[in-house]
């Protein structure tokens, strides 16, 4: 079964810098973490779950247009790691963020607390 974890969400200032992790495990021998379109969600208190950020199993990236140019999704295949790095964050940027990989069936990770105040 496959298992998501993102263990480190954090507090930052406006305009400042947080980068996500996401760790996967239990990607069957027949289908590995590089074969998993890697998405991060987010949702913010009483809103519905947004997609933010996407990478399919060749690289190529997509973004919302909210944190188009801020916010880069990155992974690391032989770590089974997909990365958020956020960059000029804003207070409307606080939210739960959760990871998702997809092939097939879809898992989801438990989510971790972003929160941008001064």
């Known amino acids: 079964q496959v298992q998501l974890v993102e263990p480190v969400g954090g507090l930052a200032q406006p305009g400042g810098s947080l980068r996500l992790s996401c760790v996967g495990s239990?990607?069957?021998?027949?289908?590995?973490?590089?074969?998993?379109?890697m998405s991060w969600y987010r949702q913010a208190p009483e809103k519905e779950r947004v997609l933010v950020a996407s990478?399919?199993?060749?690289?190529?990236?997509s973004y919302s247009d909210s944190v188009k140019g801020r916010f880069t999704i990155s992974r690391d295949n032989a770590k089974k790691i997909t990365y958020l790095q956020m960059n000029n964050l804003k207070p409307n940027d606080t939210a739960t963020y959760y990871c998702?990989?997809?092939?097939?069936?879809?898992?989801w990770g438990r989510g971790t607390q972003v929160t941008v105040s001064s």
């Open positions: 998702k990989a997809r092939w097939g069936s879809s898992y």
């Open positions: 239990g990607f069957t021998a027949g289908f590995t973490f590089s074969d998993y379109h």
């Open positions: 990478i399919d199993s060749g690289g190529s990236t």
